[in-house]
């Protein structure tokens, strides 16, 4: 049997986030660690973006040097074509008079925020207001856009549980665009207002573009970490959340909106979690009134417990050593959600669907 | 008139077909915020990098003239550059009609090289 | 130490416990694998090459795991595994060893982005290199490896890897993947080269590897300047011709046929204007390989260094 190599690979993973200099003392054989364990967690051109920025990168050794411009390399293409597609579409919305809030990766770019490049895959994430969505949809299928190949029984489905519209991708560019109308499924027991996300959000730097309110940027990454985030990449979740708390923390009375805006919206629950997890893995400074605010949106004790462990597990970097991941670990994340969404597992379909598409166009010849 | 990168060129981002009008005198021409172009002159073509978008095209003579001219005199009309081609270029004014020029642009402006702007 | 120095159960052993690390410039490969009959094949067609410390750095970890297979009715297979992820569906165990070695190719080019990654082979005589760009029916691994059997040097079969800044290919010399019906005309042409197993029917028709020369693997840390670059179209019994290609057009081509050319964006452009000003295109129309060799003979003569 082929021995596993030992592995410290997550812990110096999040070392490295968090301070690049404390990658600059390893020997080769820890570099390979860090390397291979991040891109495990497709974090690798963020901790070289880091590096970058520490002024660091001539003290790293050549052949982890070179791997990690190369992830800076194509990480910094995906921007790119996101920023371009985000233009495109942005051009089309204009003209038809449709405000466009920008979400997640493609909006951490416009926040100048040094993750954003590496959270770009396959598309970028759009939002317009409800009533005017099929008019937006219309509005890009004339100007070139295609839809996907789910058949109109799927269509309709997607339609129905989802809260964004199957996604669109212009003939022979490579990045998507999924037009979302708000930021939870709407059969979930969560069901934040969108008007309020209007309501609060701020203007971009880039002709018009929108973006959620900081606290409603941090709620819907939040969100998300519960329940669109796929069972890889929970990590990369996390520290985007990191980076959101790192950017925001200093503006005038963010945690004082952040936690009104939880209350407000429902949102009580993943804010915990949030803010329950980041400062244990993440080591990410909270001030401790707010921690004991939030404590007020936690889950009866014993769920408490049981989701603490749950989430540290599930939160960590993956350890690339571990392959294939235990099923165990699946199943108990799908239960965790499915419990604390108090989902039926019919409901779940739209994330499901949405990742059977994904992998329908994976294997499509293109 | 513009001729972009042949079939076998993967992932270049394209342009998207709105009509802007492009011949009508109240639309002018800029070179847009940001941009950055790079030019390999060949015996047989020009090759030129969008540094802001990260494409790549095959221009003839007149379409990579008729950037340089955007680029040094921003805010013209059509008409005006098309004037300033067949000064450039030497060319009889009969092979340069109006409308090629306004298509050229338009083109151009689709693959976000130029930028359109109404006044 | 040189793999083909180690016993067969000795490369047995290390990839089935800590990996065998092999030194295949620019890369060091570590692979760890239970299975006997991948060991042997590793032994023979990778034996001129140098072993390193598996517990040293090394540029791309490759697992190659058995699945499936624990119910009787299911016939195992292969999986490719990469930094803890399997990029590929599973291939049938027997076919392992393509599996590795076109895994292994998508583990660099994902890697490598320092380095504009042409999809070529490329070969080396008298300090100069020659690329043939990779197109359906190019048939550039065949041309390449008939060259090798003559004397010139590989580089690589898959990649012109052109390191940022210059014009010059570096090597990645692998064993040469042929498919199909070059490999009997490989076998003909060359009958005492060695060739590996077959193995049928993968995604990619027949295959088999062709081991590169003693020649090219000690050499596999030298560059050469790109000197021509040549578009080989093979059609059974054709004449041989040779045409020039424009410099716009081979640009494009060239672009076009890089793997990675949008990624490293403008000092692609420059490395892609470089090779074309320093070298000469041409297109070659051949029917069989001497008559390739001839048209390339001729190519080197009527084009001197620029």
């Known amino acids: 049997m082929t021995v596993t190599r030992d592995s410290n690979g997550p812990q110096i993973v999040i070392d490295a986030a968090l301070d690049p200099s404390t990658a600059i003392g390893l020997d080769l054989a820890g570099w390979e660690r860090l390397l291979s364990c991040a891109r495990r967690n497709a974090v690798l051109a963020y901790i070289a973006k880091r590096t970058v920025a520490a002024g660091l990168i001539d003290a790293v050794p050549d052949a982890p040097r070179a791997a990690m411009l190369s992830a800076l390399a194509s990480a910094a293409r995906l921007a790119q074509l996101a920023l371009w597609e985000l233009e495109r579409v942005h051009r089309v919305m204009r003209t038809v008079g449709i405000p466009m809030i920008a979400l997640k990766g493609v909006a951490y770019l416009l926040r100048g925020m040094p993750h954003a490049g590496s959270r770009i895959i396959s598309d970028i994430d759009v939002m317009v207001e409800h009533r005017r969505i099929d008019e937006a949809e219309n509005a890009l299928l004339a100007a070139g856009w295609r839809g996907t190949k789910l058949d109109p029984y799927d269509q309709r489905y997607y339609r129905k549980w989802s809260h964004e519209i199957p996604p669109l991708r212009f003939p022979g560019r490579v990045l998507s665009v999924d037009v979302h109308h708000t930021i939870c499924p709407p059969v979930s027991r969560l069901r934040p207002k969108p008007e309020a996300f209007w309501k609060n959000s701020i203007e971009s730097a880039h002709h018009g573009v929108g973006l959620l309110s900081p606290a409603d940027s941090f709620l819907h990454g939040a969100v998300h970490l519960f329940f669109d985030s796929d069972f890889d990449g929970r990590f990369r979740d996390l520290l985007d959340l990191h980076e959101m708390l790192t950017l925001f923390a200093s503006e005038d009375e963010f945690w004082t909106l952040l936690v009104e805006a939880a209350r407000a919206q429902g949102l009580g629950r993943p804010l915990y979690y949030a803010l329950d997890t980041l400062p244990r893995i993440l080591r990410t400074p909270v001030p401790v009134e707010v921690l004991r605010e939030v404590r007020q949106f936690r889950p009866p004790p014993q769920v408490d417990l049981w989701m603490a462990r749950t989430l540290h597990a599930m939160l960590m970097p993956a350890d690339p050593e571990v392959w294939p991941l235990a099923h165990g670990g699946r199943r108990w994340l799908m239960y965790a959600r499915s419990h604390w969404l108090r989902m039926p597992p019919y409901l779940l379909l739209p994330h499901l669907l949405r990742k059977a598409w994904r992998s329908v166009r994976a294997a499509s010849p293109e | 008139m513009l001729l972009s990168g042949p079939d076998d060129r993967r992932d270049l981002p394209r342009g998207d077909a709105i009509d802007l009008g492009g011949v009508a005198d109240s639309v002018v021409w800029r070179i847009p915020a940001g941009q950055r172009l790079l030019f390999e002159d060949f015996e047989d073509g020009i090759v030129m990098f969008d540094a802001r978008v990260g494409s790549t095209h095959l221009l003839n003579v007149t379409a990579a003239e008729a950037l340089a001219v955007v680029e040094s005199e921003p805010g013209m009309t059509s008409d005006a550059i098309r004037a300033r081609l067949i000064d450039r270029l030497s060319i009889d004014p009969a092979q340069l009609p109006v409308s090629a020029v306004g298509e050229m642009l338009t083109q151009l402006e689709n693959l976000g090289i130029v930028a359109a702007e109404t006044q | ?306």
């Open chain 3, 1 to 306: 130490m040189k793999v083909g120095a180690l016993s067969a159960s000795g490369v047995h052993a290390a990839m089935s416990s800590r990996g065998i690390a092999i030194a295949a410039p620019p890369i060091i490969v570590r692979l760890r694998s239970p299975l006997r009959f991948l060991a042997d094949q590793i032994r023979a067609l990778y034996g001129d090459y140098d072993v390193v410390d598996p517990e040293a750095f090394a540029d791309v970890d490759v697992r190659m795991c058995v699945v499936g297979g624990v119910r009787r009715w299911r016939r195992p297979k292969v999986q490719f595994v990469v930094d803890g992820v399997a990029p590929f569906d599973p291939f049938p165990l027997e076919n392992a060893m393509p599996m590795f070695e076109w895994g292994l190719n998508w583990a660099f080019s994902q890697r490598a982005n320092q380095n504009l990654l042409l999809h070529a082979s490329v070969v080396e005589r008298d300090g100069r290199a020659i690329l043939f760009p990779a197109w359906p029916g190019s048939g550039k691994s065949t041309l390449a490896g008939s060259l090798v059997c003559r004397g010139w040097r590989l580089l690589s079969d898959e990649f012109g890897i052109v390191p940022l800044g210059g014009a010059s290919v570096i090597p990645f010399v692998r064993p040469i993947a042929l498919k199909n019906e070059s490999i009997a005309v490989m076998r003909a042409f060359a009958p005492d080269a060695y060739i590996g197993p077959i193995f049928p029917a993968t995604r990619k028709g027949d295959v088999a590897h062709l081991r590169p020369t003693s020649l090219s693997t000690a050499r596999s840390r030298e560059s050469a300047p790109v000197h021509a670059v040549v578009f080989p179209n093979f059609q059974r019994d054709e004449p041989v011709s040779v045409q020039r290609l424009e410099p716009a057009k081979t640009f494009l081509k060239l672009a076009g046929n890089a793997f990675n050319y949008e990624v490293v964006g403008e000092r692609g452009f420059s490395a892609v204007a470089s090779i074309v000003r320093q070298s000469s295109s041409h297109i070659i129309h051949y029917g069989d390989l001497d008559g390739a060799h001839a048209a390339l003979e001729e190519i080197l003569r009527a084009t001197p260094d620029k």
